[in-house]
């Protein structure tokens, strides 16, 4: 009987310290909430987003060693839903994340539209909310407290590019916008517009076409006339594509031309061969980016996280596919790297601390640098321009991230007719 009761104590001890232990365990969690794009119009995009943040939280856990804050060593928990891309979702599954799952930080879901539809329920919360996937500046002009911002701005988009063409070839100043009507592609304009002016660029054209054009040939041969050194602009695949192509047509030569959202998928070059050499576009990350730790230790930069290739080994893993990831992985993986520095900066899990820590915050990772302003707008990452050189993309800025030289002047379309690629020189 003795030995009856002794068994019964100790089975006692070992429930108690289970539980004890469970609790433990739970209290030990630090949980990202996401409502993310796994069905709808972003789900490709989405699924990136969930490979991404998925590989960094696996990399804090099993390689940083987790998070400490207060002498106690915190995991990262990753919860997230599908809110199928679109609006009325998102604000539902917000509320469910900081209300019912008691999420510590909430990561937007892809693209501004969302992004913008989210922020105000975040904000009721006083919950801090982390943007890699909203570019338009209009969501940092609404005076939202906990909105940041991981993804670069749209107005950045095409600052790189000048900045390249403007220290290779202080010669070239006339320069051509030609943007799609839409409310982001507006916004890259106005950016690249204010930034050409500041570097003493003299826009000598500037124009808008509307979404779903079919054909561009007025607008193309308008400025032609303008006889610019250099064209900026583009909107989506479909309109950058028939831009190009009927550029090509028009016989229209210029010694470089970027566009946005389409010159950087390899469904580009794929509808265009030749044609598509020597063309630009910019891009928030590449594989094959040089961003290391070496890199930011010359830059001034602390590091932290995986190396690229790591990145990309934790990504498969994590979407149990082979393929490289995009930039929307990484832009996602990267924002996870950002609020594990900010919350071991301010050694606590209040927003209003890990959002006045990340004001202050300066970082290096795989995914380039990290820096933001009083609003919460991303001003430290910069965005790396590819081109199409002998059918492979190929970085070419910023130098501290290149993987070749720049092709300049592009080849004619003539020269690409007769079969010359872009070979560096």
């Not at 996280?305 to 990484?330: E, R, S």
């Not at 919460?376 to 070419?396: C, P």
Request: net charge positive.
């Amino acid at each position: 009987m003795k030995g009856r009761f002794s068994l019964i104590a100790i089975s006692l001890v070992v429930i108690l310290v289970f539980i004890f232990s469970s609790s433990l365990w739970a209290a030990s969690k630090i949980v990202i909430g996401h409502p993310a794009c796994l069905s709808g119009k972003y789900a490709k995009a989405g699924e990136q987003a969930l490979g991404g943040v998925k590989a960094c939280v696996d990399w804090i856990n099993n390689v940083y060693g987790g998070v400490k804050i207060g002498g106690k060593k915190y995991l990262i928990k990753y919860k997230y839903y599908d809110c199928e891309s679109k609006k009325e979702s998102v604000t539902s599954l917000i509320g469910r994340l900081i209300t019912v799952d008691k999420v510590n930080v909430v990561f937007a879901p892809y693209s501004s539209g969302l992004t913008l539809r989210g922020a105000p329920v975040a904000e009721s919360h006083r919950m801090l909310y982390m943007d890699h996937g909203g570019a338009n500046n209009k969501i940092f002009r609404q005076g939202f407290r906990y909105i940041v911002q991981t993804i670069g701005p749209a107005s950045r988009y095409h600052e790189g590019t000048l900045d390249m063409i403007h220290k290779i070839d202080p010669a070239a100043k006339r320069v051509a916008l030609a943007y799609e009507d839409s409310e982001f592609a507006k916004m890259v304009m106005e950016g690249a517009e204010a930034h050409a002016k500041k570097l003493g660029f003299n826009i000598v054209f500037k124009r808008t076409y509307p979404k779903g054009v079919t054909d561009l040939t007025p607008l193309l041969s308008a400025f032609k006339g303008a006889k610019p050194d250099f064209i900026l602009g583009g909107g989506h695949f479909e309109d950058g594509q028939l831009f190009n192509r009927q550029m090509a047509d028009l016989d229209i030569n210029v010694k470089a031309l970027s566009l946005i959202a389409a010159a950087t998928l390899p469904a580009f070059y794929k509808a265009l061969t030749s044609m598509a050499e020597g063309v630009m576009g910019p891009s928030h990350w590449e594989y094959g980016v040089k961003y290391s730790e070496s890199r930011a230790k010359k830059a001034g930069l602390p590091w932290i996280g995986p190396t690229q290739d790591g990145f990309v080994a934790l990504f498969k893993k994590a979407i149990g596919k082979n393929i490289i990831p995009d930039y929307h992985a990484a832009e996602a993986g990267a924002q996870v790297l950002a609020y594990v520095l900010a919350a071991k900066k301010a050694n606590s899990l209040n927003s209003d601390k890990i959002r006045a820590a990340l004001g202050d915050l300066k970082f290096m990772s795989f995914y380039g640098g990290w820096d933001i302003d009083d609003t919460g707008l991303q001003i430290g990452h910069s965005m790396v321009d590819v081109q199409w050189q002998m059918g492979k993309r190929v970085i070419v800025w910023p130098p501290e991230g290149q993987t070749g030289k720049l092709v300049y002047p592009m080849p004619t379309f003539a020269e690409k007719a007769k079969g010359k690629l872009a070979v560096p020189r």
